[in-house]
């Protein structure tokens, strides 16, 4: 209302252009010519400052960042990176009140050419968290993520395209931007190419093979289960959820401990049972995966017969009365019925649990290290790790940082990609109207 | 019409088969680890599937006595206490300004902190661990508390505003009507309606340090402060199975809880799980 009123006033003279200009020259003059004195004078102040104090720092974090120091054991790349991206980030903080300075010089400009008296300081305060509100709040989640993710996260991306690793690593070295070597050598360069190609495909075979495996048990399961012939049914499906309710990484180090080849009980009651010898469950690549996937199955399966419980039993049973008036036998019903539901329930939950899969780095690294090595390959790969895992190995065992970040930046993309798309088709998606 | 019976008989005496072999898998595990513990021995090659003949509650009494166990434990209680606080704190008003208000940026920061959450968090560890010696935080609980709430952000943002979206906005309406500050409102209306996925994020929160090896590993490095899984970790790394059978009491201790957490919430906590995440 007010606003409207306002701009159907007429304007008398310039001021507004002038005190923006003013502004934007240097902070707070604006404010001064528009004779609110208490406002400019802070501005006035926080300008001088910056300039003195903060210019100067900022160009030199810019050119460090640019050159990553000149001296070894005296600039330390790493550092000099990471004050890189800090002083960008403030320096874009200075400049949304640089801008918010213009504005202000605009809009009060406005009031006076109107022939109104400008808002107070107070007022401008009061309206400034008024309308802030929404920042305010949210400013303690968003002050923790940009330091504990974005900061390092854009690091590590930056990492991708320097040559950071074993015989270049700070202090003693001076590390140079390389551009997109790193990812061209990753993917095309003999073994390392080999190896990858031979990583990612295994890797989206396990996140198929786990998601699919953990699906269809926990899926027979609750069907079976659904049937109210079956008696203690609370009981037993207290008794089959104890692999989700037990914490992953206690668990996987005891499937760790039981599949020893030589002492472990599986192979034990293997040989006692059925005469096996010796099955080689983390020595061999065959067996290593077969080993990931049914331990994995074990943790996984619970999570699915839950959630399906869940999904058949809020199938009204209406549906089923009719069909079976329709003259439909079980397997009818459920083709026509169940399954239908609860693949549409269930298909988001699916793409989710392949996004998790993909990167599911505790159950190879804890159950195997993701050996066995396999020969040939580069950078300590073995046989059942997955890109993530090998990651951790490229980073924190063979210090290819370089090509560690190059990796996971491709993982980020495969993954973010694929949740792009499946988030697109929800409905809370949907609703919020994004991405359009 | 008698085949017919039968043969509902025997599917259901097949169906008592398998899940009677399916409850033998899962228990599997948790009976062999707590015979293990029982095993008078020291190694992996000692443990057996049955209770040993001269069971014994010596590792159990030796973790208290010897080792820095009670200390671990209590790490990972404090740990998981204020990373959980910490979390339930930040998400709700993040969550609640992505529900409810409309502001400059909204879209693309829900945008973000999708995007956010994908990338692999073991890529951070490196660029973490800078950032804590530069503030001096290395070796303590706070930092690794910080690192864990800070990163907890996106995914349970999200979670938490699948759940509010689907709180009716009636309520606020009403009470805007009836003078109430938005603080009030928040405090009042948002906070208490939304306790059960509160109670979800909470308890996530509060499990998740008993679970993490990798970063608590980075973080602390001295055996003093060291959480459970760290600790855990060390029993049996260096020659694999040397001291099994200590390692095997302290895991049962160490998930005992969680686990009664877990079954006797269970299905306050899917249920939690998938609104946020489907939603309709």
């Known amino acids: 209302m007010q606003t409207q009123i306002n701009s159907r006033l007429e304007m008398k003279g310039n001021r507004r252009y002038i005190a923006a200009v003013l502004s934007a020259i240097f902070m707070g003059i604006g404010q001064l010519y528009n004779r609110q004195w208490l406002k400019g004078i802070l501005f006035l102040f926080f300008y001088i400052l910056v300039m003195l104090n903060s210019i100067p720092y900022f160009l030199e974090s810019f050119h460090n960042l640019r050159t990553l120091g000149q001296t070894p054991m005296q600039d330390h790349s790493l550092f000099l990176m990471i004050y890189g991206i800090i002083s960008i980030l403030l320096f874009l903080i200075v400049l949304a009140i640089y801008l918010l300075n213009i504005r202000d010089a605009y809009q009060n400009g406005r009031l006076l050419d109107q022939g109104q008296r400008p808002r107070g300081f107070y007022t401008a305060l009061k309206n400034l968290i008024e309308g802030g509100y929404p920042y305010i709040i949210l400013s303690p989640g968003l002050i923790a993520i940009t330091v504990i993710s974005i900061l390092p996260m854009v690091f590590s991306m930056l990492i991708a395209f320097t040559n950071y690793d074993l015989y270049h690593s700070p202090p003693k070295h001076i590390l140079n931007w390389v551009g997109i070597q790193n990812f061209y050598r990753v993917l095309t360069m003999g073994s390392w190419s080999r190896t990858f190609r031979n990583i990612f495909s295994w890797t989206v075979i396990w996140a198929f093979l786990s998601t699919l495996t953990t699906f269809g048990l926990g899926g027979f399961i609750a069907i079976l289960l659904n049937n109210p012939q079956i008696k203690f049914r609370k009981i037993i499906r207290t008794i089959l959820i104890l692999p989700w309710a037990i914490p992953g990484f206690v668990s996987i180090l005891i499937w760790r401990g039981m599949l020893n080849t030589n002492f472990g009980v599986i192979n034990r009651y293997l040989a006692e049972i059925f005469n096996l010898n010796n099955i080689p469950w983390l020595h061999e690549v065959f067996w290593a995966r077969t080993a990931v996937v049914l331990v994995n199955l074990w943790l996984g399966y619970p999570y699915f017969m839950i959630l399906i419980t869940g999904i058949l039993q809020s199938i009204p049973d209406e549906l089923y009365e009719a069909a079976t008036v329709d003259g439909a036998n079980s397997w009818q019903k459920f083709r026509a019925i169940t399954l239908p539901l609860l693949l549409f329930a269930i298909t988001p939950l699916l793409i989710m649990t392949l996004a998790y899969n993909f990167n599911n780095f505790n159950i190879i690294y804890l159950l195997n290290d993701g050996g066995p090595a396999v020969f040939g390959w580069q950078g300590g790969a073995g046989g059942t790790d997955i890109l993530i895992s090998w990651v951790w190995k490229l980073t924190f065992e063979k210090l290819k940082y370089n090509y560690a970040s190059a990796i996971s930046i491709i993982i980020f993309i495969i993954i973010s990609g694929f949740s792009i798309y499946n988030f697109r088709r929800t409905k809370s998606f949907q609703q919020e109207e994004m991405l359009k | ?280």
Not at chain 2, 101 to 124: D, E, S, T, Y
Not at chain 2, 162 to 179: C, F, K, M, N, Q
């Open chain 2, 1 to 280: 019409m008698i085949s017919s019976r039968w043969r509902s008989k025997l599917n259901l005496v097949f169906t008592y088969i398998f899940i009677i072999f399916m409850m033998m898998v899962a228990l599997f595990p948790v009976v062999w680890i707590f015979a293990s513990s029982l095993n008078p021995g020291d190694s992996l090659f000692t443990s057996s599937l049955f209770i040993p003949e001269k069971a014994t509650w010596r590792h159990y009494i030796r973790l208290f006595r010897e080792t820095d166990f009670p200390v671990w434990y209590w790490n990972s209680i404090k740990v998981g206490a204020f990373t959980s606080s910490l979390t339930v704190l930040l998400v709700s008003f993040t969550a609640y300004s992505f529900s409810r208000l409309n502001f400059l940026g909204r879209k693309q920061g829900l945008m973000g902190l999708l995007v956010l959450q994908m990338f692999p968090g073991i890529m951070n560890m490196v660029a973490l661990y800078v950032l804590l010696n530069l503030v001096g935080l290395l070796d303590t609980h706070l930092g690794l508390v910080l690192i864990y709430a800070g990163g907890a952000i996106p995914y349970n943002s999200w979670l938490m505003k699948g759940y509010l979206d689907t709180i009716p906005r009636s309520l606020e309406e009403a009470a805007i009507i009836d003078g109430a500050s938005r603080w009030k409102i928040f405090w009042r209306i948002i906070m208490p309606l939304s306790r059960s996925i509160i109670s979800v994020i909470a308890i996530f929160n509060f499990v998740a340090p008993f679970g993490d090896y990798l970063f608590a590993r980075l973080v602390l490095t001295s055996p003093k402060n060291w959480t459970m899984a760290v600790g855990l970790y060390d029993f049996i790394s260096g020659q694999f199975g040397r001291h099994f059978t200590q390692f095997a009491a302290g895991a049962l201790l160490a998930a005992l809880p969680i686990t009664i957490i877990y079954l006797s919430l269970q299905s306050l906590l899917i249920g939690g799980l998938t609104k946020g995440a489907t939603k309709g």
